[in-house]
DNA sequence: GAGCATTACTTGATATAACAACTAATCTTC
DNA sequence: GAAGATTAGTTGTTATATCAAGTAATGCTC
């Protein structure tokens, strides 16, 4: 097979992607743990079951909304009750069900967090763009997850944090 | 301080972007694991080697290119030596600075490895994109890297890998 | 309704990552 | 040219990630 490879242009814009792949999650995961002593990962444990009805979510439901695998959620939710941000109970209909639930300790560390959290994603992010590009990068995201979630588990209905009532 | 929360439009595009960092590199890593028992990094350790003249940089800026740390790279380079991808000398102008360089197997490794990495890499975002979101995803890629890396060290002179004449 | 398959996790072992401490060589300054 | 500072890496420790295996509850089939 004769490999199709990438023109200059490609290459070039391959390069600086890598480049964002790999700055802009170290750089947000950086300053989580700095302000809050949470991962990147963690802190979206957190902030998807601040999200979801009661504070909780299953775990096979908050480990695809995290796009994570089960054994990798469970190891960070042991962790995360252990630190008491996080209660784990199992379901009294199905009984193999775990339901994790945001404690209140847990919604402290949200609502403590997730306004330095967002003024990051602004400074890295919003502020460096135009609005033409945001724009852009809405349609260019919305492309690459078709191939890379072609099943749209990533983009389960979302909704607004309720963080706005502060 | 009050916080300037993301609007709707930022928002969503937030959401697909996480995902994206999220699900980009895992896919790009699973791959190479499969096929070349390499991680993500592993890869580009290598390949910014077999781009270097001699096939071989000092340890620190081999550092820089793949935006890691010393210690970090020490450790991989340490295991990529075992495996005989690697080797390292001292340099004898000044003997702190280590070489890295890249073994014949080592570049055996990348030969076979590169055209299946670059397929999986247009499979997953050049196919998926227009011509002209290529062209977008060129300018926000460049403002984004503006402020993730203002000194520009991940865009170091960057030349097409040799790997075409093969 | 007993046996097997499936689902929903958890646990344990191994690999990799991150941070701090350390070593050795070179440079600087007096 | 000796003492301290700086540079370039390495090593060790602890934390996190990944994969395989295990456990327990439920569903399915005959």
């Known amino acids: ?6 023109d200059d242009r490609e290459l070039q814009v391959w390069v ?3 480049a964002v792949l790999e700055l802009l999650p170290a750089q947000l995961d950086s300053h989580l743990r700095r302000v809050a002593d949470l991962t990147y990962f963690d802190y979206y444990v957190l902030a998807m079951l601040s999200e979801a009805p ?3 979510l299953r775990m096979s439901e908050l480990a695809v909304r995290t796009n994570s695998t089960l054994p990798r959620l469970s190891h960070v939710a042991r962790r995360l009750e252990i630190r008491g941000l996080v209660h784990r109970t199992t379901a009294s209909d199905d009984r193999r069900v775990t339901m994790a639930r945001l404690t209140d ?3 402290d560390t949200v609502v403590a967090t997730a306004p ?3 003024e990051q994603v602004r400074a ?6 135009t609005p033409e590009q945001v724009e852009q990068l809405r349609g260019i995201t919305e492309a690459l997850l078709d191939v890379l979630d072609p099943d749209g588990l990533m983009s389960t209905p979302y909704q607004r944090p309720a963080l706005d009532d502060l």
């Open 16 to 18: 600086r992607m890598v």
């Open 124 to 129: 890295l992010v919003f502020d460096a763009l």
């Open 116 to 118: 330095e959290h967002v």
């Open 105 to 107: 300790a847990g919604w």
């Open 1 to 6: 097979m004769t490999t199709r490879w990438l």
């Open 54 to 56: 009661d504070r909780s």
